[in-house]
């Protein structure tokens, strides 16, 4: 996930069938989301939506957590 990517963890997500799933757009804030979605739930009443916090993949070089994995002889 590129750094710009990592600025917009909040994402919109129209649910499709055959549990199937798109990316609407993505927001800095979930109150930004939720906004977005009040509008779309207005114009297309019928569609699923939902909102999550997408948490980005580490990127290359970084760990999960800062503990060596080196074991000790």
Do not use: C
Request: glycine letters at 2%; hydrophobic letters at 35%.
């Amino acid at each position: 996930m590129s750094y710009s990517q990592r600025l917009y963890p909040w994402a919109l997500i129209r649910l499709l069938p055959n549990m199937q799933r798109m990316v609407v757009r993505r927001f800095r804030n979930r109150s930004d989301a939720e906004g977005h979605l009040q509008a779309l739930k207005r114009l297309m009443p019928d569609e699923k939506f939902i909102i999550i916090f997408d948490l980005p993949d580490p990127m290359d070089g970084e760990s999960i957590d800062d503990e060596s994995t080196d074991e000790e002889s």
